[in-house]
């Protein structure tokens, strides 16, 4: 399984936005656009920034979805959104999990823990800074989310890109 996310989620005046996440079940030689609940993400011009999928099982994987492209429709929808039958459908993970419960808010990046796949981390990153601009991580498959005090976060940090190490989980 492969997903592409469409758009350009770098929140500045010339990027494009998006018409959803294209999945090959096939290894590339078929694709299909997903566009999300209702057509969610074609309709509200969101950009994808990041796509991490589950080591244990391709069917299952994360989007980082942002509405800060040039033309995109600003603030909702936005977030960690989340397939777990290889994108024929997206539930949005941060939109009413205990915190951050935002999805106005342009989702930045999402990665997942090499060596627990239960351990996602995302970032909310307004591009001019938010107070809720930061690292969260989820220890139980997204359907909660933890500020992480330690990594960067505040009104002023701005847009947040995410990697975990494969050789390392703590890094």
Known sequence: ???AG????NNSA???FGRGILVSTDGGVNWTMTTGPSGIFNTRRLATAQISVDPTDANTAYAAMADFPVNGLCCS???????TNGGATWT???ASAVPPRDSTNPGSAVAIDPSNHLNVYG?????????ANGVYKST??????NLLSNGPNGSTVGRIALAVSKSNSLV
Do not use: Q
């Open 1 to 3: 399984v492969i997903y």
């Open 6 to 9: 469409t758009g350009e989620a």
């Open 14 to 16: 010339d990027s494009n």
């Open 77 to 83: 929808n936005t977030g960690i959104w989340k397939t």
């Open 92 to 94: 949005n993970m941060t």
């Open 123 to 131: 970032a909310l990153g307004v591009s001019g800074g938010l107070a």
């Open 140 to 145: 139980d498959g997204g359907t909660t989310w």
